[in-house]
């Protein structure tokens, strides 16, 4: 295990990720079915993370779980990816009853290529928040914590999904998201991945795993904005 001051951070231009509140990484790679499951050092699970969200022939089912940090279990891979619409039912519904089982869990995307930012926070087996900034017709709850931080100081008192996508306001918003990306939001309600290493004496190690199919057909649609959202 490479020591905090080397270890390379977790990068990804698409980056997805699962975050479980639990030290327990057996238990949260039962509760997600995972098999194949594999030792893999710190290093060579950050290039593989990087290599899933850009290579298309890595196998979609390829996934990376982390030594617990700071309390929480975290699960790479765009097998979590939350905007995609072709799963965003499934893997909300995860998250959901993972919150149940351990509490609290979330799922995060962040993109470096400005292609949007989306977050689900849940707890006790309900959805707090859910934010998808390409999908604003999906968003359940309503912003806490850093995001209605942010969206005050922008001036915008109400819910981002409730603006006129047509408005000046909303369009300046949605250049920049006011800085709230999903790796702001992670860094107040868990990890963000991007600035966390292991800690000088980790509880397990880095794993990499093979997650199962998610279950189709889709039960959520993506529908126009201003029409409310399927729920999960």
Known sequence: MATPGSAPLIRACWLSWLAVATVDQAEVAKALGLTDIREITWADGVELINEVAHD??????????????????????????????????????????????????????????????????????????????????????????????????????????????????????????GDCWATTVAAESSVDPTTATPGPDPIGIMRVAVAPTLSAPLSEPIQAPGRPAALP
């Open 56 to 177: 298309e022939e890595e196998p979609f089912s390829v996934v990376v779980v982390t030594p617990p940090m700071r309390g929480w279990t975290l699960v790479v891979g765009p097998y979590f990816g939350l905007p995609c619409p072709q799963q965003t039912a499934q893997v909300s519904e995860l998250c959901q009853e993972l919150s149940a089982r351990f509490g609290k869990a979330q799922l995060f995307f962040h993109s470096e290529q400005n292609d949007g930012e989306a977050w689900l926070i849940a707890e006790r087996g309900r959805i707090i928040r859910r934010w998808i900034s390409e999908y604003p017709q999906l968003a359940l709850g309503g912003p806490f914590g850093v995001e209605r931080r942010l969206l005050d100081a922008y001036g915008i008192t109400g819910r981002p999904e409730d603006l006129d996508p047509n408005s000046d306001l909303a369009g300046d918003w949605s250049a920049t998201w």
